[in-house]
Nanobody
Framework: QVQLVESGGGLVQAGGSLRLSCSAS????????MGWFRQAPGKEREFVAA????????YYADSVKGRFTISRDNAKKTGYLEMNSLKPEDTAVYYC????????????????WGQGTQVTVSS
């Protein structure tokens, strides 16, 4: 079992930045692919970014590429999502998730989820 807790969400103006954190506890965090997803009201949960268990491989949705950076510190059992140049359309609840498999964009392939943190970007 892995327990995930997100933090760092909040209200920010367009063009601003936020850094989300995902703290893990339980089994070996370093063996999991870690992903970030988001869900806006009335929309399906969508993939944002992921990082492999070895932090050398990262993946991004086209909508955030060049603005968001995913990283992880296995020693601290913590993952991060640095979000820059935020836009109102980035407004959503952001979730971190862990997968026992290799990289995937599909939410259904992630085994563990945090409770989510709200990010609101005002125009």
């Amino acid at each position: 079992q892995v327990q995930l807790v997100e933090s760092g969400g909040g209200l920010v103006q367009a063009g601003g930045s936020l850094r989300l954190s995902c703290s893990a506890s339980g089994r070996t965090f370093s063996s999991y692919t870690m992903g970030w997803f988001r869900q806006a009201p009335g929309k399906e949960r969508e993939f944002v970014a992921a990082v492999s268990w070895s932090p050398s491989s990262t993946y991004y949705a086209d909508s955030v590429k060049g603005r968001f950076t995913i990283s992880r510190d296995n020693a601290k059992k913590t993952g991060y999502l640095e979000m820059n140049s935020l836009k109102p359309e980035d407004t959503a609840v952001y979730y971190c998730a862990a997968s026992t498999g290799i990289f995937t964009r599909a939410p259904g392939n992630y085994d563990y989820w945090g409770q989510g943190t709200q990010v609101t970007v005002s125009s």
